[in-house]
């Protein structure tokens, strides 16, 4: 085992953390896996060769942050650790009128709090051995999509931290990069709409008369996203090549429509944008329908 060779991810139980995890275990790169449950962690190293080492860690608790990198040290024996994987998420959304701060607060901790505490944490590891830091963004964290603005509050900031590392950690050694993927078949969807009826459920009658019909069919695009989103394999492709390039790029956008977005959102007036996001989902409501 070398330092190079080494990577830390978290949010490994599922979706992009598990494709990633998996795919950098059969290239050859010794992973450490951050899960939450025991049941993920027996289903991942079942799937992994015996180089994969499972780490519990839930990011929003500093006690474990603690733990799981102390239990990288003693791992790594004194070699340093070659990348941090950024990757675990949450999605969460509703009107923003009305979301409660409570809910935008939860993915904060989880998207952006826990991201930083992670890094913190695992700065001293990187820089002996001159390492990398990727982030899971989003392109949410570039284009902002109506009904899951607390999720693209969460994402944008993920590019603020990524940006800002980047520039603090210059002459390091350590490079920076933020993955952008657009829609990816992951059950982060799943969780995504169930949060989002959640929402709908507890939002106040005044709530239901403005956006009622626009929370039942946003709904449906979250199921559309999930048939239509590329799969976890092809952010592992981004992952993997910002392990592998030198320089890294600074960012790595992934699937179609995160480059359709990302090419609006440099290129046209605000209002422009605005006008033709509305009008695409004005489409996709009447095809759905």
Request: net charge positive; charged share 25%.
């Amino acid at each position: 085992m070398t330092s190079a060779s080494t990577v830390f991810i978290t949010g490994a139980s599922t979706g992009i953390g598990e494709a990633c995890a998996l795919r950098l275990d059969r290239i050859g790169y010794t992973v450490f896996a951050g899960v939450r449950k025991p049941e993920d962690a027996a289903r991942l190293t079942a799937a992994a060769s015996p180089r994969l080492r499972t780490i519990r860690i839930d990011v929003t608790s500093a006690a474990e942050i603690a733990a799981a990198v102390a239990e990288l040290e003693t791992a790594l024996e004194g070699q340093g650790l070659g990348a941090l994987i950024n990757n675990a998420g949450i999605a969460g959304g509703g009107p923003i009128e009305f979301v409660p701060v409570d809910v935008v607060r939860r993915l904060f901790e989880v998207n952006v709090f826990g991201m930083l505490a992670v890094t913190q944490a695992c700065l001293p590891l990187l820089r002996a051995a001159r390492g990398r830091v990727i982030n899971m963004g989003s392109i949410a964290g570039k284009a902002v999509t109506p009904y899951v603005v607390p999720y693209c509050m969460s994402k944008h900031a993920v590019e603020a931290l990524t940006d800002g590392l980047r520039l603090e950690l210059a002459g390091s050694g350590i490079e920076v990069s933020v993955i952008e993927p657009g829609a990816v078949r992951t059950p982060i969807w799943e969780k995504g709409k169930t949060s989002l009826a959640d929402a709908a459920r507890s939002l106040p009658a005044v709530a239901l008369e403005r956006y009622g019909d626009k929370l039942r069919f946003f709904g449906k695009v979250l199921a559309f996203n999930n048939d239509r989103g590329v799969s976890p394999e092809r952010v592992a492709d981004a992952v993997v090549a910002a392990l592998r390039t030198t320089p890294s790029r600074t960012r790595y956008l992934v699937g179609r429509d995160a480059k359709i977005r990302a090419l609006i959102s440099r290129l046209l007036p605000d209002r422009i944008g605005d006008s033709l996001l509305l009008k695409a989902m004005a489409r996709l409501e009447r095809d759905l329908a």
